[in-house]
């Protein structure tokens, strides 16, 4: 079992990366990843069908800038609040590659009026890697949504 | 980045805060804090508008004392049960003051006839400080309700 | 207080237990259990009443193995998805008997159609002991729901 300060780092870090999103700090949601690094959003179906496409891909932190941009252009956000509970993860593998971890994740959406909703449920994976000052950054996480179905609008990040 | 340890406190202490509303043992809730205390819910829209006045609000031991009671009068707890599901919490920072330190939350809410709805989501901000027999206690616990609107009647401590 | 190291290892058990059920490994399901154990799934109600009985009931992990083989023939899972989010535990006690612990859970299920329900809510309540190899399993698992009442066929395991 790989030992708990691994499992104490990732934990913190995907706690983090939530208050990150749900705080509306989506500027600083890129700084989780690598400069080089997969970010994908996908379906549990797509994964058991082995479809490597993804809803949303990003393969550098610079692309995860621009999905930003664009979220605030859209200015989508006035009109909801979102809320993730990231579960504690499991440390897969541990070697010179990196961190292998998952960890399963909920995501309620809040509207004005107060509406509450199961917004996404799924799991995340992931491949972590420390950056050159030693904290771990994301190298891959791969978001596995339980639904088959999306709104087209996947607005925030997952 | 502040110690396990304390991260590992700190997390034990919102488990067991959990447990304790949602098992209905509310008589233990208040001494989950301090003599002198705040205790408030309010909203991520009061808090964007810098507004400080809570929903709830209390600032001792014994106003939560009084508040338990008023709920136990009210009896309303026999159609109900909520469950609380605390993410890891993130330590923002530990000095002489105390420790800092925030968590998402989601509550469940489960009807008699087994009906369940999404009661609330949001996140804790807190100021934690030891006891005088050394256990973390609650100097501050600020509720931040991610909807903007309330059952002006929110029963249960969140 | 029991230390950071048992605390580790039971979240780390209920963390691999969740992503065994969701990731529908159900096949790995009983290997959680010793060969001698109590599965029980029960109501908050029947607790509270001192209802011994429970919804499903098992005292072994052939039985455990039984309830896999019925599912896999109903195959109802074609149709859902489920994602349990287990809170961090609380350990109640710990001694030569094993490790008396606690954890609040939801579950969510995700339909084929992209809607998503609040599946159940509640805790579970476990002794865990080493098994020969010094892993711990549960030597008993109850799962108390807040719901009283159910869907006749509890198809998944909680």
Chains 1, 2, 3 share one sequence.
């Not at 909920?106 to 950056?131: E, K």
Request: include cysteine; aromatic fraction near 8%; glycine fraction near 6%.
């Amino acid at each position: 079992m790989p030992g708990m300060d691994t499992l104490y780092q990732v934990s913190a870090l995907n706690t983090a990366y939530a208050a990150t999103i749900d705080g509306d700090r989506l500027e600083d949601w890129p700084g989780f990843f690598h400069a080089d690094c997969l970010y994908k959003i996908t379906t549990a179906e797509n994964v058991r069908r082995g479809r490597l496409a993804g809803i949303i891909y990003a393969d550098s932190r610079g692309m995860l800038e621009d999905r930003v941009a664009a979220i605030r252009r859209a200015n989508i956000f006035e009109t909801h609040a979102y809320r993730h509970v990231i579960g504690m993860a499991s440390i897969l593998n541990e070697d010179a590659d990196g961190i292998r971890a998952e960890a399963p994740f909920l995501v309620v959406r809040t509207m004005r009026d107060g509406q509450m909703t199961l917004f996404a449920a799924g799991r995340y994976q992931d491949l972590l890697r420390p950056d050159e000052t030693g904290a771990l950054r994301f190298a891959e996480r791969v978001v596995i949504c339980d639904s088959p179905r999306f709104d087209t609008l996947v607005a925030i990040p997952l």
